[in-house]
């Protein structure tokens, strides 16, 4: 008897359960080896809309294996994509590609970009050139801006002054203060982050040396342990940081207030120690130049006195800083400590208010414009505060109120 060739050696025969996207379901049987484009041509056969000698009829449709979602492959066989036996194959059309815009609707659409584009120079100057010119001084702009933070600092100088000496007048001024002082003591600018400076030594680095490299990378301890070994062999590593002072020294400053401190039966023994208290509140509150800024400053060929005065006057920034010190160095620092006239409507007004009155007996109030005065960032901390933010606001709202006027 004679057997075809190709059904000895024809592969296992699978019934596929074939559905189209028109709700069509049918049973399609093929062997493994039958490729996937064949069996997407015979299932189109079986419900073809149109005529299959068209290629493009083929290549508009896909089979999609429906358990797993896969879209199955014209050049590969059944078995290549794992097909089986009873398994469910989704006939879909291919989503056409959406049509090339005409040349009209291109020119619709640059157009309209034209029109949402910024006008230019020339476009501006025809629209404007009726109008009116005014000669805007750009100068005068911005010493209105400097003369606002000057008289900003001068009112708080002033009023630093008025709150030490109303203060001073309440007979429990000397334990207030002390009690100020030691929130100074609380300060977290002072401190270093503990776990972080334990991590650096533990790996070794000397103590001074990580409390140093952590200060100037904002105790970030990767960068921290970087800086270390790029300046291990550099001779001035255990130089203190421009304006700090040796800790002997700080010891030795706050060791003097410590002594006045003892039971005071005077009046004049009393003042003595207030004025002490009020000598070291200033020291703590004395300001800090940012280390990178004075070190970059320097390097560029400053001394270090006249860097970490122009931080001073520009509240640490260091490009205004530069700009300070490359040009006319206004306002100078002995500015910035000067008052406000104290026969000025401005203060007059300040001093009237009630709230501002109130506050000016409380030592908070006080520490708080000794820490805006030489920490200007710091302001908003101070606004925000439930004591002292209602005076700040007073003040301000008076400041804006004059000086509109």
């Given at each position: 008897?004679?057997?075809?060739?190709?059904?000895?050696?024809?592969?296992?025969?699978?019934?596929?359960?074939?559905?189209?996207?028109?709700?069509?379901?049918?049973?399609?049987?093929?062997?493994?080896?039958?490729?996937?484009?064949?069996?997407?041509?015979?299932?189109?056969?079986?419900?073809?809309?149109?005529?299959?000698?068209?290629?493009?009829?083929?290549?508009?449709?896909?089979?999609?294996?429906?358990?797993?979602?896969?879209?199955?492959?014209?050049?590969?066989?059944?078995?290549?994509?794992?097909?089986?036996?009873?398994?469910?194959?989704?006939?879909?059309?291919?989503?056409?590609?959406?049509?090339?815009?005409?040349?009209?609707?291109?020119?619709?659409?640059?157009?309209?970009?034209?029109?949402?584009?910024?006008?230019?120079?020339?476009?501006?100057?025809?629209?404007?050139?009726?109008?009116?010119?005014?000669?805007?001084?750009?100068?005068?702009?911005?010493?209105?801006?400097?003369?606002?933070?000057?008289?900003?600092?001068?009112?708080?100088?002033?009023?630093?002054?008025?709150?030490?000496?109303?203060?001073?007048?309440?007979?429990?001024?000397?334990?207030?203060?002390?009690?100020?002082?030691?929130?100074?003591?609380?300060?977290?600018?002072?401190?270093?982050?503990?776990?972080?400076?334990?991590?650096?030594?533990?790996?070794?680095?000397?103590?001074?040396?990580?409390?140093?490299?952590?200060?100037?990378?904002?105790?970030?301890?990767?960068?921290?342990?970087?800086?270390?070994?790029?300046?291990?062999?550099?001779?001035?590593?255990?130089?203190?940081?421009p304006g700090q002072a040796p800790p002997g020294a700080e010891g030795a400053a706050a060791a003097a207030p410590e002594a006045?401190?003892?039971?005071?039966?005077?009046?004049?023994?009393?003042?003595?120690?207030?004025?002490?208290?009020?000598?070291?509140?200033?020291?703590?509150?004395?300001?800090?130049?940012?280390?990178?800024?004075?070190?970059?400053?320097?390097?560029?060929?400053?001394?270090?006195?006249?860097?970490?005065?122009?931080?001073?006057?520009?509240?640490?920034?260091?490009?205004?800083?530069?700009?300070?010190?490359?040009?006319?160095?206004?306002?100078?620092?002995?500015?910035?400590?000067?008052?406000?006239?104290?026969?000025?409507?401005?203060?007059?007004?300040?001093?009237?208010?009630?709230?501002?009155?109130?506050?000016?007996?409380?030592?908070?109030?006080?520490?708080?414009?000794?820490?805006?005065?030489?920490?200007?960032?710091?302001?908003?901390?101070?606004?925000?505060?439930?004591?002292?933010?209602?005076?700040?606001?007073?003040?301000?709202?008076?400041?804006?109120?004059?000086?509109?006027?």
């Open positions: 008897m004679f057997v075809q060739e190709e059904k000895i050696f024809a592969g296992k025969v699978l019934r596929l359960h074939i559905c189209a996207s028109d709700g069509a379901e049918w049973l399609e049987e093929a062997t493994e080896d039958t490729s996937v484009e064949k069996l997407k041509e015979r299932c189109l056969k079986h419900c073809a809309h149109g005529s299959l000698e068209d290629p493009k009829n083929i290549t508009h449709h896909k089979l999609i294996h429906a358990a797993s979602e896969r879209v199955l492959s014209d050049a590969r066989t059944i078995l290549e994509e794992n097909i089986q036996d009873q398994d469910v194959l989704l006939l879909i059309k291919k989503r056409a590609p959406s049509p090339l815009p005409k040349m009209a609707e291109v020119s619709a659409e640059e157009k309209k970009k034209q029109d949402q584009k910024a006008p230019d120079k020339e476009a501006i100057l025809r629209a404007t050139a009726n109008l009116p010119s005014y000669n805007m001084d750009r100068a005068a702009v911005q010493t209105n801006m400097r003369d606002f933070q000057t008289e900003l600092r001068k009112i708080l100088v002033s009023l630093i002054e008025v709150a030490q000496k109303l203060l001073a007048l309440n007979p429990d001024a000397v334990e207030l203060f002390k009690k100020a002082n030691a929130m100074l003591d609380e300060d977290e600018d002072e401190r270093v982050d503990e776990a972080a400076l334990r991590q650096l030594t533990e790996m070794g680095f000397p103590e001074n040396r990580a409390t140093k490299a952590l200060q100037l990378n904002h105790m970030s301890v990767p960068q921290a342990m970087e800086w270390l070994i790029e300046h291990a062999e550099d001779p001035t590593i255990d130089t203190p940081l006045a401190a003892g039971a005071s039966t005077t009046d004049e023994e009393a003042r003595d120690e207030l004025t002490e208290i009020f000598k070291k509140i200033r020291r703590k509150r004395e300001f800090r130049a940012d280390a990178r800024a004075v070190i970059s400053l320097m390097e560029m060929g400053f001394d270090e006195k006249e860097v970490i005065d122009a931080l001073r006057v520009n509240n640490n920034q260091q490009n205004a800083a530069c700009e300070w010190l490359l040009g006319d160095r206004k306002p100078s620092p002995e500015e910035l400590d000067k008052g406000i006239d104290p026969d000025s409507p401005l203060f007059q007004a300040i001093l009237d208010n009630p709230v501002v009155q109130l506050g000016l007996t409380n030592p908070k109030t006080l520490l708080a414009f000794e820490d805006m005065l030489e920490n200007p960032l710091n302001s908003t901390q101070w606004m925000n505060d439930p004591e002292t933010g209602p005076v700040m606001l007073q003040i301000s709202r008076i400041f804006q109120t004059l000086n509109r006027t």
